[in-house]
């Protein structure tokens, strides 16, 4: 039975894949995804799942191993954070590369120097163009119930990529939440057993990982790849549509909220949207048609679905929790603007950079933002096209 | 050649022993020489030789397959020889 309980991400995710039983999980603990491992290490010692847990030296050793595993024929999972997930970026290309559809927890953390803690998305936006899928959760419920369909979405027969699960570093992963439990039967018949097409330990079909191709061969694995990428989306609301039989709740691409009727919107993912969805409802409440849009699937980016939800808008802010130094604009930004590139009628779209190594993101930030977004759709001039919000600047 | 329609997933190999098809000997810059008359069939060579490019037959030391030889040196290196003089030297250009 479905219950109500308090939990935090992080013992939403262990939980997740407790329910998925995989045969290895892999992993070396950081702050803030240590906790993930620590609960799931529990149910291992407990017996409540058969997993076989590797500890490895560093966070490249427990990616490779999670490859060999996977390759082998295991439902594999690992979780790690910021400089974890850096560590382990030339063996991600080599999971997704070789089709192996590890699922990996990253609980959103900055990267250093200076060494910080606290979340922004600088981790996982520097794996996006790893030929991972990644999904981003807005608080403990959607990271749970992302953990739960990523199994789905990997190991799909049309899909089987590796698969990242985000949600941010303590909002999320240590902040206690209500949230719906769901029954372990149902749940582990939602997820199913995982058959690997080609194990490496099936010795009456031979196979080899990791073969070498060379310029005559490289471009079309690549185009292979990016066309594989491009049936993920269709897969993701398929499951999807499975998923809110069984548990009642509703996923797609991305969340609209207000967004059909609105002239104004903001772009944010992963926490900070549920905090702008307050925002967006006191400025209705003023006469505002104040909208937003929350990517839950970030790579791949689906592009057109995107554009047709927001090219009515007057003016959109898109909100990077991760800067793209170079004095470029956020990757967030960058991928709607692209999405946008083809669009014959689009709004003014600007870029704020926010909530870097655990700043907190204000509700006055968000208003700040929506009236200078009514603004822009009022006809002012924009004033810059990328900010930095909340940051102390000197006294002018 | 194949496009990219007909690969198999994750670059993966079903045929086994499909390596003997690529022949890399061409990649060598230094090739390595078999001396006969200053060998003493010690099989350091062949021990070491890191891509089995050094053959034998009945236990005794035969020529360098030079279809997979990448000219490393590592054999040449590794040669005791005969009184001072080496079994395997290393000679510019590839082939």
Redesign the interface.
Known sequence: MAKLIASTGNEAVANAMRLANPDVCSAYPITPATEIMHNFASYAANGEVTTEMLLAESEHSAMSACIGAAAAGGRVVTATSSQGLALMWETLFIAS????PIVIAVCNRALSAPVNIGCDHSDSMGTRDCGWIQLYSENSQEAFDNMLQAFRIAEHTDV?LPIMVCLDGFITSHSIESMHWMDDAAARAFVGDYQQ??PLLDIG?????????LS??YM??R??HE??MAKVPGIVREVAGEFKRISGRSYDLFESYRLDDAEIGIVVMSSAAGTTKDIIDHYREKGIKAGLLKPRLYRPFPYDEIARALQHLKAVAVLDRSDSFGSSFGPLYLDICGALSCSAQRPVLINKIFGLGGRDYMPEQGEQVLDELQNIAQGAPVRAAKEYIGVREAAC | ?????E????????D?GSSRN?KTGSWRSYKPVWIEENCIQCMLCWIYCPDMSVKTSDGKRGEFDYDFCKGCGICALECPGKKGKKAIVMEEGGN
């Not at chain 1, 590369?97 to 192996?100: A, D, K, S, T, V």
């Not at chain 1, 079909?205 to 191709?213: C, D, E, K, N």
């Not at chain 2, 690969?7 to 079903?14: E, K, R």
């Open positions: 590369g070789m089709r192996l089987r097409v080609n079909h031979p196979v080899s990982y990791g073969q070498l191709a005559d061969m079309e694995y185009k292979a066309q594989v | 050649m194949k496009n990219w329609q690969l198999p997933p994750g670059a993966l190999i079903t086994p690529f």
